[in-house]
């Protein structure tokens, strides 16, 4: 009898550890989460074949309290309109873009990662990014309203409120997103 008691109470034991340390995974994972992530809902298609509209990732808001955007950064800013947008770094402060024959080219270099654009917007003429400036272009470059129109224009360092780390929807996506490439 004592032998099926010590194995009972042995048993009870590893179940009960087993539950703690999925309790402390699960909160400390939310806590990483919420401390770290801010969902945004992807809208529209100007970020395909990256992320489509209707996904949902993971903005990290404290990453620029520390450092800048880097090239080829997926970042989320604020419109002057009010709303939030999904784009990539281009050019960063100190650069010069321009769009000549469907090239980007970001300090008179042709930039591979861009892809091809068939409409250069006010980068037809080089643009010259000042100070906490940036040239942020969406990955589908034939669907995306960026800094070649003027209604977006260059975006200014305190428009950035984070960069895209994770997908979390649809989870047969779950995964990070990567900074380079993407085009």
């Known amino acids: 009898m004592d ?68 090239r080829l950064d997926v970042v989320v800013f604020l419109r002057e309109d009010g709303r939030t947008n999904i784009k990539r770094v281009i050019g960063i402060p100190g650069d010069v873009v321009q769009i000549v024959d469907g090239t980007v080219y970001v300090n008179g270099e042709p930039m591979e990662e861009a892809g091809t654009v068939s409409l250069a917007g006010l980068a037809d003429r080089p643009v010259e990014l000042g100070n906490g400036e940036y040239f942020l272009l969406g990955d589908n470059r034939e669907s995306s309203e960026d800094s070649r129109f003027a209604n977006v224009g260059n975006v200014m360092e305190d428009q950035i409120i984070g960069k895209v780390w994770l997908r979390i929807s649809p989870l047969i996506d779950f995964g990070l997103i990567r900074s380079s490439g993407g085009v």
């Open 3 to 70: 032998f099926y008691e010590n194995e009972e109470n042995s048993l009870i034991r590893r179940t009960v550890g087993w539950v703690v340390d999925i309790a402390v995974a699960l909160s400390f994972a939310w806590f990483f989460l919420t401390f770290f992530g801010t969902q945004v809902v992807v809208n529209g298609q100007s970020m395909q074949p990256l992320l489509n509209s209707g996904e949902i990732v993971l903005m990290n808001r404290f990453v620029y309290d520390f450092g800048t955007p880097d």
